[in-house]
């Protein structure tokens, strides 16, 4: 079996202002049909230099870090496009600006990797059309054409993965919610971390974008108990807390499609590492605040706590990075831990099944080396083979 997943870190700050307009998403997008257009002009990317703003950047050992502005990620003058998702390749259509008659040199395209700038010259003007730096996933900006068909500019680009459907051009909330179902295959989520409050949530965003059901550890260990938690940590201590929550989690451990908020602090189950066994389940999205003022001095924190063990948390799949807490922001923390859950199951499509294998082996604390059937963990030698 393959070392532990790779885990991928998302960097988020209150002063980025998620998009929320702007842009407009057909539900069900289809190509245009129509009478025979004139094409005037037929352009290809190809053999251009182009600068990459987003990359993937991979730390020592196994820990990849995956570097994603997926917050304030688009801007455009227009609301008027269509987009279609064909395959291996996505079409967009933009609406020029009627009355005009446009020849090839007015308009600029440029595009890298997740890139896609569009412009359009309007007396003497470049105008944008659209800009962003988070299309939905990675083009081939070599394979990139675009021509202008009567009043509409027409990209087309070819897609690194075919498999993936495109919900949208861009990655939004909307697109993250929507695309995010054919990865995660119904594979539950737990959100864990040292802030109970930030927890429950951003649990609470993801269920209601993804559809999945919402359930709060603290309230049921709560209602079991006839009691709230910090009286129960009064009354019994911090490590009567954590067994119960540890039994709660197992009982939840074989649920689907629910996203799961766990207690924080020293009192949560998620904050020791021994007590991962049925966390395993599901994907675990560290929500982590910081005192980092850049992406990159969150990611390099984010390797560090990986490497520190003895931490329940650096067992997560993946690290959201907090610059600050504010829960109107609650939603767009939620959106960045889609995204890092995207980047980390495209990395390898396999981690749904394998999580499904798991729990039905009994979630027998041997992941990410799953054993064999049968296998005893209180016996165990250490010549078993592992599944791959």
């Not at 929320?20 to 990317?45: D, E, N, W």
């Not at 950047?57 to 008027?80: E, H, K, P, Q, Y």
């Not at 009064?234 to 689907?256: I, K, N, R, T």
């Amino acid at each position: 079996m393959a070392a532990l997943p790779s885990s991928a870190t998302i960097f988020y700050s209150p002063s980025l202002t998620p998009f929320t307009a702007g842009q407009r998403s057909l539900s069900s997008p289809t190509r245009i049909r129509s009478s025979p257009r004139v094409l005037r002009g037929f352009h290809s990317l190809r053999h251009r230099e182009f600068h990459c703003f987003s990359q993937n950047a991979t730390a020592g050992g196994r820990f990849n870090s995956f570097s994603c502005n997926c917050l304030s990620a688009v801007s455009t003058t227009t609301l008027d496009y269509e987009f279609t998702d064909g395959g291996k390749e996505v079409e967009l259509r933009l609406r020029l600006k009627t009355g005009e008659t446009l020849s090839p040199k007015d308009i600029s395209v440029d595009a890298d990797g997740t890139s896609l700038d569009v412009k359009e010259k309007r007396n003497g003007l470049l105008i944008t059309l659209l800009e962003t730096n988070q299309l939905f996933e990675k083009i081939m900006p070599s394979e990139t054409i675009w021509y202008i068909d009567e009043d509409q500019l027409v990209v087309n680009m070819k897609k690194v993965d075919g498999e993936l459907k495109w919900p949208d051009v861009v990655e939004s909330w909307e697109s993250l919610t929507a695309g995010m179902m054919q990865l995660l295959k119904g594979a539950s989520i737990y959100v864990v971390g040292d802030s109970t409050e930030i927890n429950q949530k951003v649990c609470r965003e993801l269920a209601v974008g993804l559809g999945y059901s919402p359930l709060d550890s603290m309230e049921l260990l709560e209602s079991f108990s006839k009691q709230t938690i910090d009286s129960w940590i009064l009354a019994e201590g911090v490590d009567s807390v954590a067994e119960a929550e540890s039994s709660v989690l197992e009982s939840l451990s074989s649920h689907v499609r629910t996203v799961v908020s766990t207690l924080g602090g020293k009192h949560g189950a998620a904050g020791r590492a021994d007590k991962w066994r049925h966390l395993y389940s599901g994907f675990t999205v560290w929500v982590s605040q910081t005192e980092a003022t850049d992406e990159e001095s969150a990611k390099e924190e984010a390797r560090r706590n990986k490497q520190e063990r003895e931490i329940g948390y650096s067992n997560a799949d993946v690290v959201v990075k907090l610059q600050g807490w504010d829960p109107t922001h609650a939603k767009s923390v939620a959106q960045a831990s889609l995204s890092a859950l995207k980047q980390l199951i495209i990395s390898d499509k396999g981690l749904p099944g394998k999580k499904s294998l798991y729990i039905r082996l009994g979630c027998r604390g041997d992941w990410p080396n799953i054993k064999p059937p049968g296998w005893d963990p209180s016996s165990d030698t250490g010549a078993h083979p592992s599944f791959s």
